[in-house]
């Protein structure tokens, strides 16, 4: 009896030190990020985030054109993501015969593990070119009057980086999403099947409302991996530090900017603004996950899994 | 069950205790093997742009004297100068001097050694123009702050007549990492034309008024050959070994020059005489008919006051080596090498490291 009881105890405490390794990790983060901002932090304060200048040579830096870059290449990149992966993930799973079902797993799974920079090669000499000779130009016939497809189109820009994004999520969103819905109990498709529903019927509206939260997990994991995702974006977006209306246009995110800037940066407070763009893209990360959870909070009906 | 996990935490624990062990005992950070006991590692760090050449200058100065071992990491100028006002390497490297500002940060005085010479072409990609095109520093500035806009502007005709240049829209391409190369490139237009220099300025980062950013030399040059009407810089070593077509540019005399080894070497011998003593000088736009407009010396940053009497002796013996024999080297990898002028004046220097 005892024996049991001590093993218990041990494990309770060996799990909790893990967990808990975890939180100070973030907490040590947040303190560096913080205590090696304090330069830009005291000479522009709230300014930072609304500042559109972004200037080494005088001293004056803004965050606002990479906080835009940043949200808009994701939000382009969840837009055409998620219904990708989605509906790859229903056919997968619940409409694909089972040995096409996992040959083509394997294949996506393989997908996700490819590095980011074979992504931002891709991005160069496919994704960039295509967009350039044909797919700019036909967006620009058929929505110019919109604009979002206005401007000249060099092929890199904003569309370029936030469709090389939604091919780097699709695979995270695909995987997730099949696996959450193989764990649907079979009896809930049965009822459906029995009270009359056709096989598209039940998979739309039984078995994909009871996943909603296994989806929408995936889509968070996809959104963290776009927020952050720096090699891929700056290959193609431009890099160019400019808010435009149109996706054609050049832009920048947080990561590709820190990423190509810090090694040179000279000088305690140009180094230090990058520091502090690294601190606002975790506090964006933050936000964004937030909000994204008090949406899924309020809109969940009894019913759904786990 | 609980045997096993109870098993299994134990191995666990066991392993994870062995490891850090080992690790606190290993040997210390340099990563060399075991070396003779004689052997001086000596460490060095900062600008990637001589990397190459610092690469076989170090391989071959360890050829002849097996017991001094140089280890040298291409993390960036700004880097270099951190580790070496931070104390971290022995040495730094870097593309621009560094500034007064940077210089007051340092506990002993930094020494500048300029090793070898570079320079930056323009390249670009003009639907059916095949031909060499020259430019002026005053359209180059104005293509750079977006005045100059279409490839047959009469400022770019006026220059290169019998060229029938397009009414394409020029697409600018820029650095969009910091780099010693958009140091060099910034320092030249801020020279020939004031407008530049009131907007911009001149540094390894800029606030670019136009333009797309590639990372890298490869970056620029995959973003110019891939659009059509782009023009870029690059460095000319990496021009010259990617065949990439490059123009001339005019000199301070007047003179269109294209680049070359030659006439990167009369660039700095043409500052020769008023070099000043502790070599922080911009070399752009040089006098002199011959001289290439936009080139520049990269700089090994030693401390002038070293410790270790043995460091000490190696990095002296190093600079004269490299001033005398190394030079040999340099143009077989595309650098240019240093006037003789100012070999004999860093020469001079070397005694000032006590």
Redesign the interface.
Known sequence: MQGLRSGDTFAHVVTLLCAASILLVTVALVHQLYINSTSPIHKFGFRFLTGRTWDPVSGEFGALPFIYGTLVTSALALLVAVPLGVGAAIFLSELAPPRISNAMTFVIELLAAVPSVIYGLLGIFILVPFLRQYGEPFLKRTLGFLPLFQGPMYGVGMLAGGLILAIMVVPFIISLSREILMAVPVEQREAALGLGATKWESTWQVVVPYARIGIMASIFLALGRALGETMAVTMVIGNDPRISASLFAPGYSIAAVIANEFTEATGNLYLQALIELGLVLFALTIVINGLARIVIISTTQKGSGH | M?RL??LA?IIVSAALVFTSLVAFHSSPSNAAPVPAPATVMLNGAGATFPYPLYSKWFSDYNKIHSDIQINYQS?????G?RQLLSGTVDFGASDAPM?D??LGQSKTKILHFPTVLGAVVPTYNVSGVPQELNFTGQILAEIYLGKITKWNDPEISKYNNGVSLPAQ?I?VVHR????GTSYVWTDYLSKVSTEWQSK?????????PV?????GNE?VT??VK??PGAIGYVELIYAVQNKLPYGRVQNAAGAFVKANLAGVTAAAASYATTMPEDFRISITNASGKAAYPIASFTYLLIPKKIEDANKKNIIKGFLAWMLNDGQGAVEALSYARLPKEVIAKELKQISQIQ
Do not use: F, P, R, Y
Request: aromatic fraction near 2%; proline fraction near 0%.
């Open positions: 609980k996990s109870h935490i993390i960036g100028s700004g880097g100068i500034n500002e940077q829209d697409v969009s990492d910091g780099s911009v300025g001149k540094n390894t980062s800029v606030n670019w333009g797309l950013g590639g990372k970056g995959g973003l891939e659009t």
